[in-house]
C-alpha cells in the first residue's frame, strides 16, 4: 500500500497534489510519503509482536536524513554499511546501541569512528576483518561486539545482481567453518561475541528461502551454544520484496514473514533482528518526471522524459520495471499506445521501459514511477553534469523540499583548476 492515489482527476501524495509539488521545485523530482514511510514500519514491528526484537532500517535503501530522522523517531535502529552510512545515522539523532555495521570492506579508520561513537554490533564478514577489528578494539582499550555473517549457501531466487547468500558470493563465511571462527573470535581480546548473522538477498518474494536459511541458523545456534558461545542475538538481515508491477502476485506480508522467524529461530530466546529497506521505503517514494519530447522513430514511438538512468539507475542495471503513471487521470477506456520510455542522457542504456503501454501524453506533461522510494535516490549521480534531483517528503497536506537542487556554479565550482594550468 502507498499514499499517491488520484483525487479528482490528479495524483496526489497524501493530501498534496503532485502537480502543485512541480510547479514549486521544477522537475524531475522525487517525492517520499511519511505516512507510508511510518505504515510500513509498523507492519514490520507487528509482525515481531511479542518477540525480543529490533527493526534495523537498512540505510542504504534511502538515507536521506529526513527519511532517518521520522524513522528513528518511530524507535527504529539503523542497518550501516559504511562510515558515511553511520554519521548519517548518528546525525538523524539515533544512539550508537541501535546501530549494526554490515558491508564485507569496513577499514580500521570505520571501525575507530563507530567505537569511539557508539556501536550496536559489527556483523563481521572474513577472518581479516576480524582480526583487525580486534586490534584496533585493543588501542581503543574496549571491546567490540560482533555477530559473525554466516553464508548458507541458500539461493534466494531473486535477480542474480542482488543475490548474497549463494557460497560463491563475495558475503559472509562458509556455514561449514562457523564453528572455528566463533573460536577464533572467543579467543581474540578485543572481541566480544553476541550472536549470529545472515543476509540472502535483496527483493525476496518467496518465503521459503528464508525459511531454509533460518532453519540453518538455528541448527549452528544450537551448535555454537554447546561449544561455550553465549549467542543471545540474531541478525536475520532483510531482503523482503515488493510489488513493482501492479500486475504481479503480492510478495508475503511482513506478517507472514515473521510467522516464518517464529516457526525457525523463536524457540532459541534470542533477540532478533531484522534489516527491512526496500519494503519499509520502497512504495512510499515517486520519481516524477515531465515529457520533453513525443518521438516517432522507425517502428516505435519514444516518450523522452527529463529524467533519467542518472537520477534512477535501477531499470538500466537490472533490467528493473517500475510502473509508469501519468500525472492526469486517464478517461476510462482510454487507447493505450505501446512507447519505449527514455532519458536524454547519451547512452543507449537510459532506457526505463520498452513498449509500455500509456494513455495519450505530450510535451510538459508529468509522469510518475512507482516504488521509486529505494534505490533511487541515493544511487543517482551527476553523470552528463545533470543536478542530483530534488528530494520532497509530503505529511498530511503539507510538503517540504529535504534535498535541493544544485545549480550548475555548485557543481562546477567543486573541481579545482590547479595553478599550473
Known sequence: MDHFLYRNGQLHAEDVSIDEIA???GTPFYCYSAATLTRHFHLFEEALAGMDHLICYSVKANSNQAVLTLLGRLGAGMDVVSGG???????????GERIVFSGVGKTRDEMRAALAGGIRQFNVESLPEMRALSEVAVEMGTRAPVAVRINPDVDARTHEKISTGRKEDKFGIPIARAPEVYAEAAQLPGLEVVGVDVHIGSQLTDLEPYRAAYTLVADLVETLRAQGHAIRRLDLGGGLGIPYERSNAAPPLPLDYGQVVRDTVGHLGCEIEIEPGRLVAGNAGLLVASVIWVKEGEGRRFLILDAAMNDLIRPAMYGAWHDLVPVVEPAPGVEM???DVVGPVCESSDT?????????????????FRSAGAYGAVMSSEYNTRPLIPEVMVSGDHFAVIRRRP???EIINRDTVPEWL
Do not use: I, N
Open 23 to 25: 510547479r514549486a521545485v
Open 85 to 95: 552510512e553511520y554519521a548519517r545515522a548518528r546525525a538523524a539523532g539515533v544512539p
Open 337 to 339: 499506445t505501446p512507447h
Open 352 to 368: 526505463f521501459a520498452r513498449a509500455r503501454p500509456m494513455p495519450p501524453v505530450g510535451e510538459g506533461d508529468l509522469v510518475g
Open 407 to 409: 545549480d550548475f556554479d
